[in-house]
């Protein structure tokens, strides 16, 4: 059964910080994994996904990469401000025909002044 | 382009109460999902629906039924609601390119507190 593990579980860094977001499968036979953003009391909000071909996928100031054969894969988000603030999810899908996402239980950032 | 829109975003329920929740998309997308979210244990998956009038049982399945009538449509109906089923609940949409499942796409969510 795939586990998904995210850690740290909450991180407070200052403004301006670059910092590493971590997650851990335990089945490296994903098919992708899918990056998301969840903002207190809202919904989630998608950032990057990765296919299993793909070794990273980047937007503006956030970095995804994807180390299939560990079971990693790591949100670098460069010079962090405050708005980053939020909780941050990934979640892998299985197979090509697998309609499931698996996630972790997410990492609480807080980007402080 | 309102993509995935929930029904409704807060309720409260006596216990043994019915409800059902309304997820609606506008993007075409084949592939719905129901999932609830409680702290420490991530979003489980309740049911899905690979196509128009198809559902399946995902994770936690219990105590929830599901109609897909409609495409753009997915209801999620608790027939006698338990505490244990308060939580947050996010409906999901994903399309594939070809017979590859891609992004997902989640709504703001449902608060439901049964009491």
């Known amino acids: 059964k795939q586990e998904v593990t995210q850690i740290p579980a909450a991180l407070s860094v200052p403004e301006g910080e670059n910092l590493v977001l971590n997650c851990s499968f335990t089945?490296?036979?994903?098919?992708?994994l899918q990056w998301f953003r969840q903002d207190p009391g809202k919904g989630l909000t998608s950032l990057l996904l990765i296919q299993s071909s793909q070794r990273e996928q980047t937007s503006g100031r956030l970095n995804a990469s994807l180390d299939k054969s560990s079971g990693r894969s790591t949100l670098y988000i460069a010079a962090s401000q405050p708005g980053d603030s939020a909780t941050y999810l990934c979640a892998v899908r299985q197979g090509i025909y697998t309609d499931k996402l698996i996630f972790g239980t997410g990492t609480r950032l807080q980007v402080f002044p | 382009n309102a993509g995935v829109t929930q029904t409704p975003k807060f309720r409260v329920l006596k216990t043994g109460q019915s409800m059902t929740l309304l997820c609606a998309q506008d993007m075409n997308h084949e592939y719905m999902y129901w999932y609830r979210q409680d702290p420490g244990m991530g979003l489980r998956l309740i049911h899905y629906s690979v196509g128009e009038g198809t559902t399946a049982k995902g994770e936690v399945p219990d105590g929830y039924n599901v109609s897909r009538l409609k495409k753009q449509n997915f209801l999620l109906g608790l027939e006698s609601a338990a505490p244990s089923q308060t939580s947050v609940y996010f409906c999901?949409?994903?399309?594939?390119?070809?017979?590859?499942?891609?992004?997902?796409?989640f709504g703001q969510g449902t608060r439901l507190t049964v009491v």
């Open positions: 089945d490296s036979a994903i098919y992708n």
């Open positions: 999901a949409s994903s399309y594939s390119q070809g017979a590859v499942i891609t992004e997902a796409f």
